[in-house]
């Protein structure tokens, strides 16, 4: 499985991107799809997950009311559109994918692949 981010860069306070990743591989039936980010100095923490099959996204409750994920399962793509930017989400952020999304989603551990990250700056 291979997992390609883009849609990173940089944006003012207040602004907002999109972020995309493209999943290839095993793409074959259902799993879960991840955002996280690590910021300079800092632990690599989750941002918020989705089924691919659908039901209730998990987000961080930092970025409640500001990030949305969602699925394109017809490109098998994620998404993570973020608003409301502020200079703390200043961050790489990660794709990853795992096989079912759950209460203790935010693990680290539970994620089988991930992508290279794309960077966020807001400033």
């Known amino acids: 499985v291979q997992l390609v981010e883009s849609g990173g860069g940089l944006v003012l306070p207040g602004g907002s991107l999109r972020l995309s990743c493209a999943a290839s591989?095993?793409?074959?039936?259902?799993?879960?799809m991840g955002w996280f980010r690590q910021a300079p100095g800092k632990e690599r923490e989750g941002v918020a997950a989705?089924?691919?099959?659908?039901?209730?996204?998990y987000y961080a409750d930092s970025v409640k009311g500001r990030f949305t994920i969602s699925t394109d399962s017809a490109k098998n793509t994620v998404y993570l559109q973020i608003d409301s930017l502020k200079p703390e989400d200043t961050a790489v952020y990660y794709c990853?994918?795992?096989?079912?999304?759950?209460?203790?989603?935010?693990?680290?551990?539970?994620?089988?692949?991930w992508g290279q990250g794309t960077q966020v700056t807001v400033s």
């Open positions: 989705i089924n691919t099959g659908g039901g209730t996204p």
């Open positions: 990853a994918q795992g096989p079912a999304c759950g209460s203790r989603w935010y693990r680290l551990g539970n994620w089988d692949y």
């Open positions: 591989g095993r793409t074959d039936r259902q799993y879960c």
